[in-house]
């Protein structure tokens, strides 16, 4: 009875001890993981602190550091209808017009390929998949040939019709996903009281669906937001050109740089995507209003 006794304690000090470097591994794990994590971090909140500090700096630099005095000079030296309003402006009516472009013939599209079955569906998510892939550097010398052709080059009307074109594909995928999620049950319950298929599209599918909409509209915004390359080759007129392209002007000649007046202007230019962002948030956490509304 001793033996078994002193065995039984030994044995359970050893797990004792073995559960103990279990758990001061697990720890030195979770440590190790939460430090990588920690650079990560102060490696994308740097730049936005440089921006922000900058922005308010009356000689601001490269270096990521606390002003020794807080200026509004710099916002006040962008704050003009040719350096700011503008481009700004017209940033919201190339990205406005191109993202309610997108999401409604992304909603068009995606209906007939989440609603009815066809060999041809899989292919064709397959090749505009394949679209997505391509990169813009590759078409813009067809693209830019065409437009020169159609007189649509140094338009805004085309410039728009573009960015929604290279956008469309994705958006297409993104709103198809969502519209699957949506029970086909409650649009022939809509049908049966007379409605048609657009009318159960506008007034069933699509409220139902807000939150997959809400993601579309934000993510097609963003990248038709930051993009430079596409407008720096299809607008020729610098009362045209966005917020994207302008924000060029502060790189001078010789490598001399603005960098007060550069963060203060991508302050106000990250502003819009915020507040875009803000407006849709509440959409984009409150899930699909589907609940109860298919029972058996």
Known sequence: MARARTHTRAL???????????????????????????????AFALPLAWVVLASVDPSAGLRVRVPHALTLGNFRAILTPDITYTPLLNSLILCGGATALTVGCAALAAYPLSRFRSRLNRPFLLTILFATSLPITAIMVPVYALFVRVNLIDTLQGTILFFAATQLPFAIWLTKNFMDGVPKELEEAAWTDGASPVQSLLRVVLPLMGPGLAVVTVFSFVMMWGNFF????????PDKMPASVSVNDFFGNRGMVAYGQLAAFSVVYSTPVILLYVLVSRRLGSGFALGGAVKG
């Open 230 to 237: 596409v407008p720096f080759m299809l607008l020729l007129t």
């Open 12 to 42: 359970t000090r050893t797990r004792t001890r073995t559960r103990s470097t279990r758990t001061r591994a697990r720890a030195a794990r979770r440590r190790t993981a939460d430090a990588c994590l920690l650079l990560v971090a102060a």
